[in-house]
């Protein structure tokens, strides 16, 4: 393993856990993370939340789950180029989103709009509080007692408002501080793989053709040099080398620019980097490339009709779920009903929805609402 460079995050500069443990025998602080997240309950419902198509639209199409290994692949490689701590990098990336409601984006928009008068729903803010308090393994406290590094680094946005009920997690949003490299290294690497991954979701369901992608240039160019050298590929194939290349091309600029202002910034120690400019970024040709892309695919895939009647769905599911067991807290089952007493109904309802995969859901909507079902 590569020596860490001296602003990077590690055992001993790190602010610890908020209840002390013996250390580690075998393994890293950052490590044992990593390892609570893998076998927490929040990690496994991911296998069946929605990335873009719900799970039961085909058994190749990403889901939250997958898309999370992903990131973590993707972080882990900038994050061990750039002599930065790879396991508290791997860590960030497999939790960031073990808060996300069933049904994606359309279930978080549901769920917020409900949670509108009563806080609000975010699922930054929901994986913490999984990590923090929902997760119930261990007698000594709640959640998974995880490391301030990688409580922070999950915490990507915050408001100003929720920062100050967070208190020292949440001081850097007040502050206008910047969170580890290791942490900017997993928005990036969520972000390249969403992207990226989307097409290739979009491409297997139809939705998306060939086409179309022909408009986008990051897409066109690395299909074009596919075509180059393997002149005889195509259909899946010919996919996969085209979008492996779009991944490495991001990656390596990711890493170029980011080394460029590493040097320039010269941090010496981690408080060097929580008070720089952001020091993780692509340079402005391949933002500019990637906002063409997401626009791409925010007119083609998102808002394509079928997505679309598959995202009225699942809001019209989660209304219904949050107004019966607001209305009535004697239908939620007992560990949120007990919840419901000792903090508030409409907490302990968003909590209970957002723990539900993409099925349970809608076996939940039906159980509720269907004549016949128990």
């Given amino acids: 393993m590569p020596e860490l460079a001296l602003y990077a995050v590690s055992d001993g500069i790190s602010r610890g856990r908020t209840v002390v443990e013996p250390r580690p025998k075998a393994r890293s602080e950052f490590q044992r993370d990593r390892d609570r997240i893998v076998h927490s309950t929040a990690f496994r419902r991911l296998e069946y939340k929605t990335q873009v198509f719900v799970n039961h639209e085909g058994d190749l199409f990403r889901t939250r789950l997958t898309h999370s290994i992903e990131v973590a692949q993707i972080a882990r490689s900038i994050a061990r180029a750039l002599h930065l701590n790879d396991d508290l990098t791997e860590a960030i990336a497999l939790a960031h989103d073990l808060g996300h409601t069933p049904f ?74 910047r969170p580890s490299l290791e942490a900017q290294i997993c928005n990036l690497a969520d972000e390249i793989a969403y992207n990226n991954h989307d097409v290739d979701d979009g491409l297997r369901s139809g939705l998306l053709t060939l086409g179309q992608l022909d408009e986008v240039s990051l897409f066109a160019r690395h299909a074009a040099e596919a ?63 990637n906002r063409v892309l997401k626009v791409f695919l925010r007119e083609h895939l998102y808002q394509h009709y079928q997505v679309l009647r598959m995202t009225a769905k699942a809001r019209r599911v989660i209304n219904d779920l949050f107004t019966a067991f607001v209305a009535n807290p004697r239908l939620l089952p007992p560990q949120y009903r007990k919840m419901a007493d000792t903090e508030n109904i409409t907490r302990a309802t968003a909590d209970y929805i957002a723990g539900m995969t993409d099925r349970y859901s809608i076996k939940e909507h039906r159980r509720l609402f269907s004549v016949g079902e128990l």
């Fill in 104 to 177: 994606g984006h359309a279930g978080q928009d549901a769920l917020n709009e409900c949670m509108q008068a009563y806080g609000g729903f975010e699922h930054n803010l929901q994986s913490l509080r999984i990590v923090d308090r929902l997760e119930e393994r261990y007698g000594a406290f709640d959640g998974l007692n995880l490391m301030f590094e990688t409580r922070e680094g999950i915490l990507k946005h915050c408001s100003p408002a929720k920062a100050r009920e967070l208190g020292e997690l949440g001081r850097r949003f007040l502050d206008g501080r």
């Fill in 227 to 289: 075509d180059a050298e393997f002149p005889h590929l195509s259909g899946r194939r010919r996919v996969h080398e085209t979008i492996r290349r779009m991944i490495d091309a991001q990656v390596t600029d990711l890493l170029a620019e980011s080394e460029r202002r590493i040097a320039a910034a010269a941090p010496c120690s981690l408080e060097d980097v929580h008070a720089a400019a952001p020091l993780i970024a692509f340079t402005d040709a391949m933002q500019a490339e």
